[in-house]
Antibody, heavy 123, light 105 residues
Framework: QLQLQESGPGLVKPSETLSLTCSVS??????????WGWIRQSPGRGLEWIGS???????SFNPSLKSRVNLFVDTSKNHFSLNLNSVTAADTSLYFC???????????????WGQGILVTVSS | IVLTQSPATLSLSPGEKATLTCRAS??????LAWYQQKPGQAPRLLIY???NRASGIPDRFSGSGSGTDFTLTISSLEPEDFAVYYC????????FGQGTRLEIK
């Protein structure tokens, strides 16, 4: 059974970079035809797609966040990562990683999700 | 694309039928999904491409619609169905609706 698990710091200072990793078990990213995504959730913004990346590093981003987001994939560690730059209090959210269910499609529905990690932006 | 869900809250009893709607600000063809989210959990995919049930989803859940208007129907509510439901489109990037809370009456 495919499982995803987010990890990273729960507290980030304003103007710094939020970095999260999603570890995948039950499947290998390197052999996968799917895209792997990041979604965040907050009371004010609801659910918001951040971006998605393939095993080959091809990525797609939410236009509203694109200038601040970098996505990485490390097939040797079977994980993928999110960097969100220049964070503010508005970036305080529960961050989820998830698998896109449609092969070769960067914009997809998400069929497997991690449990989520709460990240607070505060000094 | 903005997705507007209605109602914001729906109060029903077990055994009743639930009808939730999602309206898109422009056409998304059939590229719409529904999720269920319970407290402390990630969203769970129920329906994709408007009317296809995801793996393991009971047949009391059904989806319909195309273009801009979509419906999620739960034919007979079970106690475990009381949760928040979200729609998501992938016709133009990815966006989610604001959710409908289904609560026990």
């Amino acid at each position: 059974q495919l499982q995803l698990q987010e990890s990273g710091p729960g507290l980030v200072k304003p103007s710094e970079t939020l970095s999260l990793t999603c570890s995948v078990s039950g499947d290998t990213i390197s052999g996968s035809v799917y895209y792997w995504g990041w979604i965040r959730q907050s009371p004010g913004r609801g659910l918001e797609w951040i971006g998605s990346i393939s095993s080959r590093g091809s990525s797609s981003f939410n236009p509203s966040l694109k200038s601040r987001v970098n996505l990485f994939v490390d097939t040797s560690k079977n994980h993928f990562s999110l960097n969100l730059n220049s964070v503010t209090a508005a970036d305080t959210s529960l961050y989820f990683c998830a698998r896109g269910r449609d092969a070769h499609n960067p914009t997809s529905f998400f069929d497997f999700w991690g449990q989520g990690i709460l990240v607070t932006v505060s000094s | 694309i903005v997705l507007t869900q209605s109602p914001a809250t729906l109060s029903l009893s077990p055994g009743e039928k639930a009808t939730l709607t999602c309206r898109a600000s422009q056409t998304v063809s059939r590229f719409l999904a529904w999720y269920q989210q319970k407290p402390g959990q990630a969203p769970r995919l129920l329906i994709y491409d408007a009317d296809n049930r995801a793996s393991g989803i009971p047949d009391r859940f059904s989806g319909s619609g195309s273009g801009t208007d979509f419906t999620l129907t739960i034919s007979s509510l079970e106690p475990e169905d009381f949760a928040v439901y979200y729609c998501q489109q992938r016709g133009n990037w990815i966006t989610f609706g604001q959710g409908t809370r289904l609560e026990i009456k």
